[in-house]
T-cell receptor, first 114, second 112 residues
Framework: KAGVTQTPRYLIKTRGQQVTLSCSPI?????VSWYQQTPGQGLQFLFEYFSETQRNKGNFPGRFSGRQFSNSRSEMNVSTLELGDSALYLCASSLAGVVTDTQYFGPGTRLTVL | SQKIEQNSEALNIQEGKTATLTCNYT??????LQWYRQDPGRGPVFLLLIRENEKEKRKERLKVTFDTTLKQSLFHITASQPADSATYLC???????????FGTGTRLKVLA
């Protein structure tokens, strides 16, 4: 069974631009979560989608948004990029999105904002 | 707000010894606590889940304890090997939520 895939793996953008990241979950998984990982803050929860609906949201500004498609693939968008948005963005999929489910993480997208 | 503390300094141990990593939290006790392993350039990999009513969980060479009185979880790797070298993350979740709060991780280096 294929794992979670994320594209692109690396991205360089400049301040003020916007970016879209993509995540394909494991087949059959309906929940996709997004995280931001930085050396200082660690892994921080952005949001979680289940059956095309955002069910949970972390404490990030509205510049961070996402969506999920009917095939469970998910995209995350960051608008008006800031230098502080440079981070590793990880998505994780799970079967039903309950807290006892195992989360399977993708390799991440490394975003650098110049 | 809930805080999780993991030793930010790297832990170096000799091959064959038991590595013990600590995860301390403040405020409310979580209903669930997970441990992950993360290698450089890769996403975290789930290792173990322990519930608040469980004191200990084992999986092969791994053992996790959960002490809600001390607000602490310990993660043990017995007979450690150089291949165990990685960053280990703990994460907490509370009943009724689907949101894990992660610690910043502890880097473990097992010396041959």
């Amino acid at each position: 069974k294929a794992g979670v895939t994320q594209t692109p793996r690396y991205l360089i953008k400049t301040r003020g631009q916007q970016v879209t990241l993509s995540c394909s979950p494991i087949s059959g998984h309906r929940s996709v979560s997004w995280y931001q990982q930085t050396p200082g803050q660690g892994l921080q929860f952005l949001f979680e989608y289940f059956s095309e609906t955002q069910r949970n949201k972390g404490n990030f500004p509205g510049r961070f948004s996402g969506r999920q498609f009917s095939n469970s693939r998910s995209e995350m968008n960051v608008s008006t990029l800031e230098l502080g948005d440079s981070a590793l963005y990880l998505c994780a999929s799970s079967l039903a999105g309950v807290v006892t489910d195992t989360q399977y993480f993708g390799p991440g997208t490394r975003l650098t904002v110049l | 707000s809930q805080k999780i503390e993991q030793n930010s300094e790297a832990l170096n141990i000799q091959e064959g010894k038991t590595a013990t990593l600590t995860c301390n939290y403040t405020n409310y006790s979580p209903a669930y606590l997970q441990w992950y392993r993360q290698d450089p350039g890769r996403g975290p990999v789930f290792l173990l889940l322990i519930r608040e009513n469980e004191k200990e969980k084992r999986k092969e060479r791994l053992k996790v304890t959960f002490d809600t009185t001390l607000k602490q979880s310990l993660f043990h790797i017995t007979a450690s090997q150089p291949a165990d070298s990685a960053t280990y993350l703990c994460a907490l979740a509370f009943s009724g939520t689907y949101k894990y709060i992660f610690g910043t991780g502890t880097r473990l280096k097992v010396l041959a």
